[in-house]
């Protein structure tokens, strides 16, 4: 088990460029200045390439973020780009997440949450599906499965996978986010990921 651990500090940086607003989070006063500047690295790479994505002739928008879970050595971020495009019949938005270990500075993919061979896949897949249908969720597209890439970010409580504008859902339904309950997943969880981690107490 792991000690409880304090969470990081957090400040915003605002800069503007190419139309786009940029508010993204810098971690300061870290006692590991090598871990802080992995992090942050990451995090810079992210906002350089959503801030790219907006970067289009005649468009204006915004980057904003929000902490999702700041505690016991796990960070999980959650990124919003908004733009227009002059003369479009609305905005676009694009969603991203960052999960990192405040004690290590690894950036964690989605596969690296679970033990291996625990098929993780095919069952949150089902748990997926299964949420849908429950919640009578209009899809443009048929669900196959959860993927080793899928994009998800950290709670307090549960595990969210999401889908972008458009990719199952249509636009007026906004992001497709399918919050897990950790309790829902306790026996596929890897105990040296991020949702044990979270879990652990002294």
Known sequence: M???IS???IITVTVEKSGIKVKYPKIVNMDDREISAQINKQILLLVHRLREEGEQPNTTGTITYTIKVNRNGVLSILFLLDYYTEGAAHGMQV???LTFSTVTGMCFPFHLLFRGKSYYKTRLSR???AYIKSENITLIEEFKSVTEE???YLTGDSLVLFYQLYEYTP?????LEIPIPYEEIQTLICNKGPVYQLQSRI
């Open 150 to 152: 899928q994009e998800y």
């Open 2 to 4: 792991y000690d409880v």
């Open 171 to 175: 636009y007026a339904y906004g992001f």
């Open 7 to 9: 969470p990081v500090k």
């Open 95 to 97: 969603q991203k997440a």
């Open 127 to 129: 748990y997926v599906k």
